[in-house]
């Protein structure tokens, strides 16, 4: 059984006592008694966001509202697409002009210079029958996208 004299235990208790002044005067040069920061380590980290702020949003700006001009762009080819679908499957040399713009392809477009549609564009050449932007054509089957203000369609 191992025995601690009294020679270890005050040498124990005086490395505890010196350990423990250490620690105080650590304390007393860091001001333990103060909570929190000074204004100028605010300052700093502000001024530290600021810049990395006006290097990102720049960065990152660019990438806003592209989204949506691709979109447009697709949709053109698509309804561009299905209106050469259609016009190859029906063999349909010209189309009758659009009178107005539109968006909803349930009854359009009409072949040649008959009234009745031959094909409308949508469910067998279109998957969906409204599009976010408006579109007319002319007698050859181009199509053209009516873009609002902005890029935008809805």
């Known amino acids: 059984m191992f025995h601690k004299s009294s020679k270890n235990v005050k040498k124990t208790n005086s490395d ?12 007393r040069l860091t001001k333990g008694n103060q909570k929190g920061f000074t204004l100028i ?15 990102a949003v720049p960065a990152y700006s660019k990438f806003f509202g592209s989204g949506k001009t691709e979109a ?4 053109l080819g ?38 009745v549609p031959v094909a ?12 976010r932007c408006t579109y007319s054509w002319d007698t050859t089957g181009k199509v ?3 873009v609002g203000v902005g890029g935008a369609c809805r």
């Open 16 to 27: 505890n006592k010196e350990r423990t002044k250490i620690l105080k005067k650590f304390f």
């Open 41 to 55: 380590e605010l300052l700093v980290v502000i001024g530290i966001l600021g810049v990395l702020g006006g290097v």
């Open 72 to 75: 447009n762009v697709t949709e």
């Open 78 to 115: 698509s309804v561009q697409s299905a209106m050469d679908a259609m016009m190859a499957d029906k063999q349909a040399p010209d189309v009758a002009a659009s009178a107005a713009a539109t968006d909803v392809f349930t009854a359009l477009p009409v072949v040649g210079a008959s009234t």
């Open 120 to 131: 409308p564009l949508q469910p067998v050449y279109m998957r969906s029958g409204a599009t």
């Open 144 to 146: 053209t996208q009516t």
